[in-house]
């Protein structure tokens, strides 16, 4: 009898846990991704700080055909960061920054093509620290899709908020009956 408490005591607090998940994590995962934005943005705009700038200022410069040099490319690139974490941050003309970062993170993979050398190891699958920073952003690109499909009231939001809000009274009887039954058999 007390063991079914325990269960009952549990389910009930992970059917919390999951509702403040649900009503909580799209924004928590929005300002995060802003703030990795803003800082990874500021470091740019000082000279020698970001582990990036040589590869950004190379890459852009490839890409315009070597019209727009580091010295121009990194301040932009800094500023275009910053919008997109702030943009984020405080929830501003959503579209459009999502829009931003997904044209900047398929900047960020054009190393990997246009310098392999710097960007992998012995092979494709052995990246280098560039590289691996580089590869990692598929995760932050995956995080801009989530938000994108969330944003505006769309139906993942109105779903997994409707349905992560549990009455505590009917969940927990449920549950315990679905106990009870499992140690009949």
């Known amino acids: ?62 890409l315009t055909f070597g019209l727009v040099k580091p010295q121009v490319s990194l301040p932009l690139l800094a500023m275009w960061e910053c919008t997109i974490g702030f943009g984020l941050v405080f929830k501003k003309w959503l579209r459009l920054t999502l829009l931003l970062l997904y044209f900047q993170m398929a900047g960020t993979f054009l190393p990997l093509f246009f310098f392999p050398h710097e960007t992998f190891g012995a092979s494709v699958f052995i990246p280098t620290l560039l590289g691996q920073y580089i590869i990692k952003n598929i995760v932050l690109v995956s995080a801009a899709i989530v938000i994108g499909a969330a944003a505006k009231g769309s139906l993942i939001t109105t779903q997994y908020q409707k349905a992560a809000v549990p009455d505590p009274e009917k969940t927990n009887a449920d549950y315990s009956k679905k106990v009870r039954e499992a140690e009949l058999v």
Do not use: D, H
Request: charged content about 15%; proline content about 3%; overall charge positive.
């Open 1 to 62: 009898m007390r063991n079914n408490r325990v269960i009952s005591l549990i389910a009930s607090q992970e059917k919390k846990l999951t509702a403040w998940k649900a009503q909580n994590g799209l924004n928590i995962l929005r300002i995060s991704l802003g703030l990795v934005f803003i800082w990874f943005g500021l470091l740019k705009f000082f000279p020698g700080v970001s582990p990036a700038e040589g590869l950004a200022g190379k890459t852009i410069y490839t």
